[in-house]
């Protein structure tokens, strides 16, 4: 359903540390899901994706973790850095390719200096 | 990457205004293009579908006599808010998808901020 009324979740890290952002989703027939990132006044930018035939994947700096099993995603972000400091979004998109995105309810993420 | 430009970035229109919100592929052609609604500290809300030369597809309560999305070429897509009112304020986000040898992959626009005064 739809989030009207509520506040991103916050997550505040300290520089250098590794921060792990979570998501749920609601559709077991997703088959394939993608981790973006938005700063103020932007709009969203591409991190990283995973299909659902997999349970991990790694990019520089981050990991995504899918459990299909409890519909569960993940998005670490490793050694982090002030510029890391953004909303982090899961999206989920049903029948891969057919473009159509679902977006999660998001996450804001701070790094103290 | 792919660019998909949006524009205005922001603009202030008076209440019972239209306003237009153009999104362009700079450098790819888009079959499809997408846009979303969000407002402040809540996530992307899909509102239609935009297909090149054919009629949008609008989300569940959106309204399309109000939304009015023209799809003309396969690098413009536009978003016109008609009768504009204070609720309408919000940050308009496109999409637009390029097919790849892997995968179709969603490149966004900076975003349109309507403030409706």
């Known amino acids: 359903g739809e989030s009207v009324g509520l506040h991103l979740p916050t997550l505040s890290v300290q520089e250098g540390d590794n921060s792990i952002i979570n998501c749920a989703y609601s559709?077991?027939?997703?088959?394939?899901f993608i981790w973006y990132k938005q700063e103020s006044g932007k709009g969203p930018q591409f991190i990283i994706d995973?299909?659902?035939?997999?349970d991990k994947r790694q990019g520089q700096r981050v990991t995504v973790l899918l459990n299909k099993t409890v519909k569960h995603l993940s998005l670490q972000i490793a050694a982090t850095q002030p510029g890391d400091s953004a909303v982090y979004f899961c999206a989920e998109n049903r029948n891969f390719g057919n473009e159509k995105l679902t977006f999660g309810t998001g996450t804001r993420l701070t790094i103290i200096p | 990457g792919a660019v998909v430009s949006q524009h205005p970035s922001w603009v202030i229109c008076k209440s019972g205004t239209s306003v237009k919100i153009e999104c362009r592929s700079l450098?790819?052609?888009?079959?499809?293009m997408f846009w979303y609604r969000q407002f402040p500290k809540q996530s992307l809300m899909l509102m239609a579908t935009?297909?090149?030369?054919?009629?949008?597809?609008?989300e569940q309560g959106v309204e399309k006599d109000k939304f009015l999305i023209n799809h003309a070429s396969l690098t413009l897509s536009t978003l016109t808010v008609t009768s504009a009112h204070p609720e309408d304020s919000s940050f308009y986000i496109c999409?637009?998808?390029?097919?790849?040898?892997?995968?179709?992959?969603?490149?966004f626009g900076q975003g349109t901020r309507l403030t409706v005064v």
């Open positions: 999409s637009a998808s390029l097919v790849g040898r892997r995968r179709t992959e969603a490149f």
């Open positions: 450098d790819f052609q888009a079959t499809t």
């Open positions: 995973i299909r659902s035939n997999m």
């Open positions: 935009s297909n090149e030369g054919s009629k949008a597809t609008y």
């Open positions: 559709n077991s027939a997703s088959d394939y």
